[in-house]
């Protein structure tokens, strides 16, 4: 439990609150690549309480600037792309992705005061679907040589859904293994969906991960503090010889990483619009096949809108619940879709959990790690220290991986075991790096 001060402090991300400027030392989702068009490619992004335009000029430069102009307040989202900028359609004011004024042409042909004006600006950079923004002070962070930046784009597929709560509540159900016992349980002993969807088979088993959840539903979770963050092992004794291994990642400060197939990974960002709304953005990752991307969005697009990526089965529509399918299919209700039931959980618990009501037992040990781990790094951010996955461009270049897989191994053997399998995984991969933290 944390106190109501604690709480707070870890859920507030405004510009100027403790978590807000931790959140800002780091490289944050801005947007998907796809929302920029040529028919449009401009929009208005709101990030960590920030009211912002995020626009590709002629070069193909991303720039995430004030969405106000500061001649007169109007609003850029609306703004002329030309002439190597955002143009206010008030004026006609021109600023370039740097926030540079280029241009006044109401003003006299000999003014200067264009160069006296800028606009608040951060820097950006895309990777494999995702344009990410640096929102905080002094030169950006390099970011890591994880497998979701360094993957060729044919292997990897980037999608994003909104969600009505606070960054921390989305976090916090990724990084805890032991509800996958429950909220995800199909109770059809033949159901194997979830189990195609969560994993497959493991490892060269024939166990579906769906009757492994169902089963073995007090799982063991070690918690591993890494220099990314945290490593959370969870495993399931299945008998004597066999234990069943998952293997996830908390990557510092608001990132997991986990698999989702034997081929494939998904590191997932959990980004605060502002403090009662937030986005979820994913690649998908694959270390063997290249990705079939208009599928995959095609799947996604049955359950979220455009263009606001807002989820079909919701609130509203009380997330698609039917008693009579909790008694005799599934274990909430609420359909086979995964992202449902995680997204009911979070959403249900209000906009801003009280922490300071809540009772963590023993299975919760990642949540209360990461809290710790949080907490710390906003104390040493605010002191003046760098915090945790700040990195320059020689550390970046170390951190690679991360590795996480789900399989089975050896009872006497299985800490040895699943790391030969992600290895195997990966020399098996036409691009992955084979030395993964």
Same mark, same amino acid.
Request: proline share 6%; aromatic share 10%; glycine share 6%.
């Given at each position: 439990?944390?106190?109501?001060?604690?709480?707070?402090?870890?859920?507030q991300?405004?510009?100027?609150?403790?978590?807000?400027?931790?959140?800002?030392?780091?490289?944050?989702?801005?947007?998907?690549?796809?929302?920029?068009?040529?028919?449009?490619?401009?929009?208005?992004?709101?990030?960590?309480?920030?009211?912002?335009v995020?626009?590709?000029?002629?070069?193909?430069d991303?720039?995430?600037?004030?969405?106000?102009?500061?001649?007169?307040?109007?609003?850029?989202?609306?703004?002329?792309?030309?002439?190597?900028?955002?143009?206010?359609?008030?004026?006609?004011?021109?600023?370039d992705?740097?926030?540079?004024?280029?241009e006044?042409?109401?003003?006299?042909?000999?003014?200067?005061?264009?160069?006296k004006?800028?606009?608040?600006?951060?820097?950006?950079?895309?990777?494999n679907?995702?344009?990410?923004?640096?929102?905080?002070?002094?030169?950006?962070?390099?970011?890591?040589?994880?497998?979701?930046?360094?993957?060729?784009?044919?292997?990897?597929?980037?999608?994003?859904?909104?969600?009505?709560?606070?960054?921390?509540?989305?976090?916090?159900?990724?990084?805890?293994?032991?509800?996958?016992?429950?909220?995800?349980?199909?109770?059809?002993?033949?159901?194997?969906?979830?189990?195609?969807?969560?994993?497959?088979?493991?490892?060269?088993?024939?166990?579906?991960?769906?009757?492994?959840?169902?089963?073995?539903?007090?799982?063991?979770?070690?918690?591993?503090p890494?220099?990314?963050?945290?490593?959370?092992?969870?495993?399931?004794?299945i008998?004597? &010889?066999?234990?069943?291994?998952?293997?996830?990642? *908390? /990557?510092?400060?608001? #990132?997991v990483?986990?698999?989702? +197939?034997?081929? %494939?990974?998904?590191t997932?960002?959990?980004?605060?619009?502002?403090?009662?709304?937030?986005?979820?953005?994913?690649?998908?990752?694959d270390?063997?096949?290249e990705?079939?991307?208009?599928?995959?969005?095609?799947?996604?697009?049955?359950?979220?809108?455009?263009?606001?990526?807002?989820?079909?089965?919701?609130?509203?529509?009380?997330?698609?619940?039917?008693?009579?399918?909790?008694?005799?299919?599934?274990?909430?209700?609420?359909?086979?879709?995964?992202?449902?039931?995680?997204?009911?959980?979070?959403?249900?618990?209000?906009?801003?959990?009280?922490?300071?009501?809540?009772?963590?037992?023993?299975?919760?040990?990642?949540?209360?790690a990461?809290?710790?781990?949080?907490?710390?790094?906003?104390? &040493?951010?605010?002191?003046?220290?760098?915090p945790? *996955? /700040?990195?320059?461009? #020689?550390?970046?270049?170390?951190? +690679?991986?991360? %590795?996480?897989?789900?399989?089975?191994?050896?009872?006497?053997?299985?800490?040895?075991?699943?790391?030969?399998?992600?290895?195997?995984?990966?020399?098996?991969?036409?691009?992955?790096?084979?030395?993964?933290?």
């Amino acid at each position: 439990m944390l106190t109501k001060e604690q709480n707070d402090l870890v859920t507030q991300t405004d510009a100027g609150t403790p978590c807000g400027d931790l959140l800002r030392r780091y490289w944050q989702p801005a947007a998907l690549t796809e929302e920029l068009t040529d028919h449009r490619a401009a929009k208005a992004v709101r990030l960590m309480g920030e009211d912002l335009v995020l626009f590709r000029d002629e070069k193909g430069d991303y720039g995430l600037v004030s969405r106000a102009c500061p001649h007169r307040g109007a609003d850029l989202a609306y703004g002329r792309l030309e002439d190597g900028g955002l143009r206010c359609p008030f004026h006609g004011w021109l600023f370039d992705v740097k926030g540079k004024c280029l241009e006044m042409p109401a003003e006299p042909l000999d003014s200067n005061f264009h160069t006296k004006v800028t606009l608040k600006s951060y820097p950006c950079e895309e990777r494999n679907g995702i344009i990410f923004a640096y929102m905080g002070p002094g030169e950006p962070p390099a970011l890591p040589s994880f497998d979701c930046y360094t993957a060729p784009d044919s292997h990897t597929f980037a999608f994003k859904g909104y969600l009505e709560c606070n960054w921390l509540q989305v976090v916090e159900v990724g990084i805890d293994p032991s509800h996958a016992s429950y909220l995800h349980r199909y109770l059809d002993e033949n159901e194997i969906d979830y189990g195609l969807q969560f994993g497959g088979t493991s490892g060269d088993s024939d166990l579906s991960v769906t009757s492994v959840l169902r089963n073995f539903d007090r799982p063991e979770i070690n918690v591993v503090p890494e220099d990314f963050g945290l490593r959370i092992i969870t495993t399931r004794e299945i008998n004597p &010889e066999t234990m069943h291994v998952r293997v996830t990642n *908390m /990557v510092f400060p608001n #990132a997991v990483t986990i698999p989702m +197939t034997k081929d %494939m990974c998904i590191t997932q960002w959990h980004v605060p619009i502002d403090d009662t709304h937030s986005w979820w953005y994913c690649i998908f990752t694959d270390f063997h096949n290249e990705v079939d991307k208009e599928t995959m969005r095609e799947q996604r697009l049955e359950l979220y809108t455009l263009p606001d990526y807002k989820p079909r089965i919701n609130m509203r529509n009380d997330y698609g619940y039917d008693p009579e399918e909790q008694r005799n299919e599934t274990y909430t209700g609420m359909g086979r879709d995964i992202n449902v039931h995680d997204q009911w959980a979070v959403e249900s618990a209000g906009p801003i959990f009280d922490r300071s009501q809540e009772h963590l037992g023993s299975a919760d040990k990642a949540i209360t790690a990461f809290r710790k781990l949080l907490l710390q790094s906003i104390e &040493e951010n605010q002191a003046g220290k760098t915090p945790p *996955m /700040v990195l320059n461009g #020689a550390q970046a270049d170390a951190f +690679t991986g991360p %590795m996480a897989i789900d399989t089975v191994a050896s009872m006497t053997n299985w800490q040895d075991e699943w790391q030969a399998h992600d290895r195997t995984k990966r020399g098996k991969s036409p691009w992955a790096n084979q030395n993964p933290i």
